[in-house]
């Protein structure tokens, strides 16, 4: 029996399968939602994938069976050799190799039966236990604590770039250029634009001492980008410009608009994104038990798992997700990689010893 077991046909045709199902799972979408491998798919090939495991593949019974064949064949293997070999002469090397195998099989099969993989979204102040999973049959990852998140910042290379487009409808021409908050810009020797400031999220509302209307920034996200600049045409006038709302430029603490031969559009350019961040608390029964600031590439481990700052959304600076995981097999996966170099190793010297012997 444990010979049939052993047989290196045997473990070429079921390492030649692993490759054809490994490649397939690598071309054929991954846990993603059933309306959306519709459109990629036609009605029947979709049935056929599915109901072959093919859209989860690496979690599929029929493939953690060939990895459990695949280690049933590599344990005889390991078997035979010290059947057949006596102590002092069996080829460690070999039989390190064979381990190694079997050690990174042991840790596929065990990520494919117990890992869970999801992705938590929060909004700032918000806390949460249940992940939803990224499998596609749709369960829900049930934390032991809950996660909260504290604050988002999202860094910038820079603030952004500003262009504003002047049209002399009257005179017939046209000009753009980048300008910065704090410097003057003449166009034609006709226009001139002092640009005063930069708001990146203006609000306005009425100030109950004055009277008056007062313009404010939200917050330093670039939800509604405004610069306010001096016109010196005739007469001189102070307004406000809007990238998302061109509409409303012009409007100035109640002031009628410029002279209506002139045309002013402000264009707003985001900083390129350096590094968005999230400050998150782990609870349990209101009690603080971990704090960490996690970000891309920086993940934060707690309880067996990892979160990985996964997204944001740049329309609500509130808003961070994580990639939460937990693969109780990559452990054995690494010591594996860790055995295998080391089995080969002492094969190769080995040989070299006795040749030279």
């Known amino acids: 029996m444990i010979k049939k077991f052993a047989s290196l046909q045997l473990f070429f045709v079921l390492s030649l399968i692993l490759i054809v199902s490994m490649i397939s799972g690598t071309l054929v979408p991954q846990n993603l939602p059933g309306e959306k491998v519709q459109q990629i798919f036609s009605p029947s090939a979709y049935k056929i994938l599915s109901n072959l495991g093919f859209f989860n593949l690496f979690h599929s019974a029929w493939f953690i069976g060939l990895l459990v064949l695949l280690g049933l064949n590599t344990s005889a293997c390991i078997l035979m050799r010290i059947q057949e070999k006596k102590y002092k002469s069996l080829p460690w090397g070999a039989l390190i190799s064979h381990t ?46 809950q996660v909260r998140l504290e604050n988002f910042n999202i860094d910038y290379y820079n603030s952004g770039q500003h262009f504003i487009q002047v049209k002399n409808l009257k005179e017939g021409w046209s000009e753009i250029v ?54 010196t045409a005739s007469p001189t006038k102070r307004v406000w410009l809007f990238a998302k709302f061109p ?109 030279s012997a």
Do not use: M
């Open 100 to 145: 190694a195998i079997l050690v990174i099989l042991a840790g596929g099969v065990t990520s494919a039966l117990l890992a869970e993989k999801g992705v938590l979204e929060l909004k700032v102040k918000e806390a949460n236990c249940c992940v939803p999973s990224s499998a596609s049959n749709g369960n829900t990852i049930h934390l032991p604590f």
């Open 178 to 231: 980048e300008v910065e908050p704090g410097k003057d810009y003449n166009f034609k020797k006709t226009v001139k634009l002092n640009v005063l400031r930069y708001e990146p999220d203006l609000r306005v509302e009425k100030d109950p001492a004055s009277g008056g209307w007062k313009a404010y920034s939200a917050s330093s996200f670039p939800n509604n980008p405004a610069l306010q600049v001096e016109v």
């Open 247 to 355: 509409e409303l430029s012009h409007l100035s603490n109640g002031a009628n608009s410029v002279e209506k031969h002139l045309d002013l559009l402000y264009q707003y350019v985001p900083g390129r994104i350096k590094q968005f961040k999230s400050k998150i608390e782990i609870l349990k029964e209101s009690q603080i038990l971990a704090v960490s600031e996690t970000s891309v590439n920086h993940p934060f481990k707690y309880g067996g798992y990892t979160f990985y700052q996964s997204g944001y959304n740049p329309e609500d600076p509130s808003y961070s997700s994580f990639q939460v995981v937990k693969d109780p097999g990559v452990l054995l996966v690494y010591t594996g990689f860790f055995l295998l170099p080391l089995g080969l190793t002492i094969s190769y010297y080995g040989k070299g010893v006795k040749r």
